[in-house]
C-alpha cells in the first residue's frame, strides 16, 4: 500500500500550474473542451462506443499493473504499444472517416469564407415547380404503394454514387417519377438523384446505415435513404413499398409517415436555405470586387 500512495505522490508531483493564465491559455482550454465533447457526443453514436469501452478497460489494467509494478505486462505494454495504435486506426477506419465527413459538412471553412466556386452560382437549387412535382409523385406512388427512393443533391456532390447507376437528364416532373419506379420497370430498382431541377440519374446505389438505433421495422430502402443523408448533406424522400407511407432522411435522421404539407414545408425550407446561402455568396463577392477596385 506505502508502494502505491509513493507512486501516485510522485506522479501527482510532476504536475504543476502556471504562475499566470492569460486570456489565450482560456480560449485554448474551451477549444480543447469543446472537441472532446464534440468528440464524445460523435463516438456516443457509432459502432466505436462499443470499442472505446474495450481500450477504456485495457487503460485500467495497464494502470493497476503499473501501480502494482508488474514489469513483464509493462515491457509487453511498452513493446507493443506502436503496434496497437496502428491497429486501432484500422480498426476505426470507418468511424474516423465518417467523422472527417461530418466536420466537412459542418461548413466552418465555408462560414468563416463563404464562397464556393466548386458549383457553378446559377445551378441553385430546386424550383416551386420540381418541389411539387416531388410531392405529387410521391404521395401518387404511395397511394398504389409504389416503392421509391429520390434523392436532392445539396451541397455535396453526389458524383460517386451518381456513376453507380444510369446517367439521364431529364427535366423532374412526377409522371417521368412514377414511371421510373413503376414495378417490373428497367430502372426502377435503386435510387433517383436530383440535382437542381433535372433528373441526372437512376438505379443509383446508396451507402446503407449502420445505426443500430433505427426501427428494425424499416427496410433496405430506409436504411440506404439515412445511409446518403450520413456521408452527404443530401435530402432523400423516400416512398414505402409496404404501408405507402412517405418519410424524408437528413443529416442522418429520418422523418418516417409524412403528409404532404409537412414534406411541402420542409422542401420549402430547403428552397429558403439555399436563398440565403446564395445571398452571402453575391453580397461576399460584391465587397471582394469592390476591395479590387478601390485598391486599384
Known amino acids: 500500500m506505502g508502494s502505491i500512495l509513493k507512486n501516485l505522490h510522485d506522479y501527482l508531483g510532476q504536475w504543476t500550474l502556471p504562475n499566470s493564465i492569460q486570456w489565450n491559455d482560456i480560449v485554448e482550454i474551451l477549444l480543447i473542451a469543446f472537441f472532446v ?10 459502432r466505436a462506443y462499443s470499442l472505446l469501452k474495450g481500450i477504456l478497460t485495457v487503460l485500467v489494467f495497464v494502470a493497476i499493473a503499473y501501480i502494482f509494478e508488474m514489469n513483464t505486462i509493462l515491457w509487453l505494454v511498452t513493446n507493443m504499444g506502436g503496434y496497437a495504435i496502428t491497429a486501432i486506426l484500422v480498426i476505426f477506419q470507418p468511424e474516423l472517416r465518417k467523422a472527417l465527413e461530418e466536420l466537412g459538412h459542418k461548413k466552418i471553412v465555408s462560414n468563416l469564407i463563404p464562397f464556393d466556386t466548386s458549383k457553378k452560382e446559377t445551378e441553385g437549387r430546386f424550383s416551386d415547380r420540381t418541389a411539387n412535382e416531388i410531392v405529387r409523385a410521391s404521395f401518387e406512388m404511395g397511394a398504389v404503394k409504389t416503392g421509391a427512393l429520390i434523392v436532392i443533391e445539396e451541397e455535396t456532390v453526389l458524383n ?6 444510369i446517367a439521364l437528364d431529364s427535366l423532374v416532373s412526377s409522371q417521368l417519377l412514377i414511371n421510373i419506379f413503376e414495378h417490373n420497370t428497367p430502372l426502377h430498382d435503386g435510387a433517383v438523384i436530383i440535382r437542381g431541377d433535372r433528373i441526372v440519374a437512376a438505379t443509383c446505389y446508396l451507402p446503407l446505415s449502420d445505426n443500430l438505433d433505427l426501427n428494425k421495422n424499416l427496410g433496405t430502402r430506409h436504411r440506404a435513404g439515412v445511409g446518403i443523408s450520413e456521408v452527404s448533406d443530401a435530402l432523400t424522400v423516400i416512398v414505402s413499398e409496404e404501408t405507402g407511407r412517405v418519410s424524408v432522411t437528413k443529416n442522418g435522421e429520418i422523418h418516417v409517415g409524412l403528409n404532404k404539407e409537412e414534406l411541402r414545408k420542409i422542401l420549402e425550407q430547403e428552397q429558403n436555405k439555399a436563398k440565403q446561402e446564395n445571398v452571402k455568396h453575391r453580397l461576399w463577392k460584391g465587397l471582394v470586387k469592390n476591395e479590387k477596385k478601390s485598391n486599384e
Open 37 to 46: 465533447y464534440q468528440f464524445m457526443l460523435w463516438i456516443r453514436n457509432t
Open 160 to 165: 460517386e454514387y451518381i456513376r453507380t447507376g
